[in-house]
């Protein structure tokens, strides 16, 4: 059986974030567009997360890939615990990076819907204006990376997903149930989502490993990838073990 790693991008990015992991893992990386990004079609946003957890499973059409450690970074482990839920038989291991469990409040949907209306009514305007994606101490080249690809993203396809994270699942409920090995990935200066939520979602993983990079912001796969990726390979080495 051969063992790979379904990397699943954050908002509003695409799998091109991905680049850093691609070739530095023991293990091949197969990194997903997930609906409306980069080269995938788009989807409705209505049953959005289960139908993107589908589509990243085609991904693995060809590759000769049976067991996968599902990776998901941030919008990516919304769509990796759909899929732990859909595809349970390939799943070896996860990985959620500077993500959460929890559905939004009512405040933070109604901050989604008004970002969609706003792509909707002026284009995309993040390339320019991004959420806190990275630290203010991320080099300038890492910076300007996370910008190209944003700038080059449908607006239709990012207010989709927006509409999407809105409308989605609490997993919570799902924690306690996950029984496989699964990593939990923070960041010391992510200020989207708090190094204490990832903490309190390991918490309620049975045996979940936590590390925190320290330094890095949201994107802790593109501002610290050598760390990144050490943690990464530590866990898969005891999964192949």
Known sequence: MTLGLLALHAFPLDSDMWDGQ??????????????????????EPDGWMDEAADHADAALGGTGIDRVV?????????????????????????????????ADDDAAKERRRGLAERLRSEGNFLADSPPPLLSDNA????????????????????????????A?????GD?????????????????????????QMADAVPGARLET??????????????????IVESFLKGIES
Request: aromatic content about 4%.
């Open 168 to 172: 989605r699942a609490d997993s919570t």
């Open 22 to 43: 691609v070739g530095a893992l023991s293990v091949p990386v197969v990194p997903v567009d997930l609906p409306g990004f980069g080269q995938a079609a788009m989807y």
């Open 213 to 230: 990079i320290e330094g890095a912001g949201h994107l802790s796969n593109m501002e610290a990838p050598e760390q990144f990726n050490e």
């Open 70 to 102: 599902v990776c998901g970074l941030s919008m990516g482990g919304y769509v990796a615990l759909a899929y732990v839920r859909r595809h349970r038989d390939k799943v070896a291991g996860l990985i959620l990076a500077n993500t959460r469990a929890d």
């Open 175 to 199: 924690l306690a149930g996950i029984d496989v090995p699964t990593l939990v990935i923070t960041s010391s200066a992510d200020t989207l989502i708090s190094p204490d939520l990832s903490k």
């Open 139 to 166: 080099p300038s080249e890492v910076r300007e990376r996370v910008s190209e690809i944003i700038r080059r993203q449908d607006p239709e396809a990012i207010a989709r997903a927006s509409l999407a994270m809105a």
